[in-house]
């Protein structure tokens, strides 16, 4: 694999690039929604922390996936978790009745990472005419008559919607570039037009974050055996599992330049140690509550004269 635009000298060029884009963003409501949410910052879970900040370089391996802070059990989480399922019920009401704006959150993780249980645990109770979740698997024929971009664009959430891409446009500087099914030369410049596409979607009044759900490798091991043992759990495994689990390392490599090359101040990244489900659920479920509170949807004002109507018998 040539990483020759990585290290050093392309960390120096990502984040010359970054801060620029920061400084022009700075006033970005999702690059720091908890700055908007509490009044005294960081809040409990510490998930700031776990943001990938525009100019610093992060390193997959310095990321604990198994940290889960002064939590210790599913239980210590269970009444947080309760009230920030809450709060995205509400704001998810108000941003729907206001239709001008909406929010795309993207999921992207290793096989096992918890996509589908990151999404069942967090929008329980969500109404599912204001929800959308996609899913995007190998692109088919149609989409490869297309630019890379056009099959997510299309699914992009329209005013008044959150969707939810279960996987994503980052498929294509992901899966692309650890299977070699393209170039380095085709790959690469997909960053920017990902930023560039990113970017759009906000100044249309589209928020977009995006989470990195961080296991280990044990812990894959861990899960994938737990399908194999469990009848009930074996439609979700695949031999092809194993077979991507093989590329692990250059997996790795993929996901650390695609979070530091594309975390901005218009779509930042997370990631989120996603060992502890239940601790991940609620790393995610804060973050996206304080997001759409910092979005501040509000319910339109009704007809006027409402005061003096009477409902007929």
């Known amino acids: 694999m040539d990483n020759r635009n990585d290290g050093p000298e392309g960390e120096d060029a990502v984040r010359e690039a970054a801060q620029a884009e920061a400084h022009q963003m700075s006033h970005s409501r999702a690059a720091a929604p908890e700055r908007v949410a509490v009044s005294d910052p960081p809040p409990d879970p510490n998930y700031p922390r776990y943001r990938v900040e525009p100019g610093h370089w992060l390193k997959l391996g310095d990321v604990h996936a198994d940290e889960s802070e002064h939590y210790t059990r599913k239980k210590d989480v269970a009444d947080e978790l309760d009230l920030q399922r809450e709060r995205i019920r509400d704001l998810q009401a108000r941003l729907y009745g206001e239709r001008r704006q909406s929010l795309l959150i993207v999921l992207q993780a ?13 929008f329980q109770g969500v109404n599912p005419q204001g929800c959308q979740v996609w899913s995007f698997k190998a692109p088919g024929p149609e989409e490869l008559e297309h630019d890379f971009l056009w099959r997510y664009h299309l699914k992009a959430p329209p005013r008044g919607m959150i969707t939810i891409f279960n996987r994503s446009h980052y498929e294509d500087v992901l899966v692309v570039r650890v299977k070699h099914l393209v170039p380095e030369d085709v ?9 560039e596409f990113e970017e759009m979607l906000a100044r249309s009044n589209t928020t977009v974050i995006k989470f990195y759900l961080h296991i280990s490798k044990a812990e894959q091991k861990h899960r994938l055996e737990s399908r194999l043992k469990d009848p009930n759990k074996h439609w979700k ?74 409902v007929p018998d």
Not at 187 to 195: A, F, G, M, Q, V
């Open 110 to 122: 290793m096989d096992t990472g918890g996509k589908d249980g990151t999404i069942r645990g967090v």
């Open 187 to 195: 790959w690469r410049p997909r960053y920017d037009l990902i930023n």
């Open 237 to 310: 495994f695949s031999s092809g599992d194993l077979k991507e689990r093989a590329y692990w390392d250059e997996y790795m490599a993929a996901f650390e330049d695609a979070l530091n090359h594309c975390s901005t101040g218009n779509a930042p990244w997370y990631v989120v140690p996603a060992n502890k489900k239940w601790y991940r659920n609620l790393v995610v479920a804060r973050t996206i509550a304080d997001t759409l509170e910092a979005m501040a949807p509000q319910f339109p004002p009704g007809e006027k004269g409402l005061d003096k109507i009477v």
